[in-house]
């Protein structure tokens, strides 16, 4: 009897050992807190998630633990079809390549985050980071890199290795000699280090990548295969974490991260004064160099035209000077994307005296967010050197012209956005504006 209870004993204190272990998921430890990471899923809800270009609602939600199915909806979001199933952040296997994608409430820059998953066989999923959101982009993957997360060996098509589990997704492959990828349904551990431009793979305690984001050899690797069409793909230093329902069942559990500091950039000229270099030119006016100038002018066309940077510029401080030699109908584009001739975007207004040069106009949806009042409409030079100065710092956005200040405003659709500088051609045909001194520094 005594051996039996002896056994039994040990037999309950190995289960209650084993069901503490089983329970401590989807916690950090007081080290990690102190080292300042944060849990992105708690266990319990999906707050903090919500669905790609929408808001999340707070609808009720089936949650699954331990078998026991329970609804809420006091402090669980709805997000399309990803529900909390034992402890687990699970994606129902509805999506597809077009629709199925939550993102983080958040948004980050550097960052160092782990995470464990495993997928049902033959599943295909992936996070992403650096997601923007707009009516421009439909899903995440047409702007943020994807850490591929797959069933390498069941998975029903045939994978190149750009497709495979721990590659950066049609971009850097993962290292096959020190892949150790655990079996269909067991859990796996990854890592995603971004460190001001350096980026690291890891896999269950292998590092199977490493590579410097927007180099001259990452742009000319952006520029062709997959992205070479998807010019807004991987440009933005920041933004939203995502992960993808790819039409087939997908778990995520003990999803911490880290941010990591920015480093302080130099500031630097837009414009050498001798060629195009690091500018798109989207329409089919006229952009050009003469004398060390930085010359628009409208084509035979007399249509809109964009003149925009190659980088993405969120956080900045910039100075240009312009002068208008005829009509001046222009502007100074911000955290902007361009699509043919069609801009998504804030402009501070460049235009002929009494046309709010200055301002700020929103060129979707909302129109004028600020035109200056009518005694600063003489601070226009027409015809001689102008200086323009926007600075744009989270949802701040303010503005100078010749030293005076013209706009300051908080709005947080500018403060959540990212994207190019841009120079623009008004429509209408006349216009002749001359550019030097394109300076910005980075913040």
């Not at 958040?106 to 009516?135: C, M, P, R, T």
């Not at 952006?222 to 087939?248: A, R, V």
């Not at 956005?417 to 209408?428: C, E, F, S, V, W």
Request: glycine share 10%; net charge negative; proline share 3%.
């Amino acid at each position: 009897m005594k051996k039996s209870a002896l056994f039994f004993l040990s037999m309950l204190l190995v289960a209650l050992i084993l069901f503490s272990c089983a329970q401590k998921q989807n916690i950090l430890t007081d080290q990690e807190k102190a080292d300042g990471w944060k849990l992105l899923f708690d266990g319990q809800t999906t707050s903090g998630w919500r669905s790609y270009n929408a808001k999340g609602v707070d609808v009720t939600v089936t949650v699954k633990i331990n078998n026991d199915v329970r609804s809420s909806s006091s402090n669980v979001k709805g997000v399309g079809d990803w529900t909390v199933e034992n402890g687990t952040l699970a994606a129902a296997g509805t999506g597809s390549d077009g629709n199925g994608y939550i993102v983080s409430d958040k948004q980050y820059d550097n960052f160092d985050i782990v995470f464990d998953w495993k997928v049902a066989k033959g599943s295909n999923s992936g996070l992403l980071y650096h997601v923007i959101e707009g009516k421009k982009f439909s899903t995440p993957y047409l702007t943020g890199p994807e850490y591929q997360l797959i069933d390498d060996i069941g998975f029903p098509e045939k994978l190149e290795e750009w497709q495979k589990t721990g590659a950066d997704y049609a971009m850097h492959l993962a290292d096959p000699s020190v892949k150790q990828l655990s079996p269909v349904g067991e859990w796996n551990t990854s890592r995603i280090l971004f460190d001001n431009g350096h980026v690291e793979h890891w896999l269950n305690g292998k590092k199977l990548l490493e590579f410097e984001a927007w180099t001259p050899e990452w742009l000319a690797l952006k520029n062709s295969g997959k992205w070479t069409n998807m010019p807004e793909y991987g440009l933005s230093e920041t933004g939203y974490i995502s992960l993808q329902d790819h039409g087939s069942k997908v778990w995520f559990r003990n999803m911490k991260i880290k941010e990591l500091p920015k480093k302080a950039k130099s500031a630097k000229s837009l414009f050498n004064g001798k060629d195009l270099t690091g500018w798109i030119n989207y329409g089919k006016e006229l952009w050009y160099v003469k004398d060390s100038l930085l010359v628009c002018e409208s084509g035979p066309e007399k249509q809109y035209g964009y003149f925009a940077t190659t980088d993405y510029y969120k956080d900045f401080d910039l100075t240009v000077d312009f002068k208008q030699i005829t009509n001046g109908n222009s502007g100074i584009f911000f955290r902007s994307t361009v699509d043919g001739t069609k801009v998504s975007g804030w402009q501070c207004e460049v235009a002929p005296p009494g046309h709010d040069s200055g301002g700020i106009y929103e060129s979707y949806g909302r129109g004028w967010l600020h035109q200056i009042p009518d005694e600063k409409e003489n601070i226009l030079k027409m015809g001689e050197w102008n200086t323009m100065r926007v600075k744009a710092v989270g949802n701040d956005v303010t503005t100078w012209l010749n030293g005076t200040e013209m706009t300051h405003l908080n709005d947080s659709l500018i403060g959540k956005a990212n994207g190019r500088i841009a120079l623009q051609i008004h429509d209408g045909g006349g216009i002749k504006v001359e550019w030097k001194n394109l300076k910005i520094q980075p913040l």
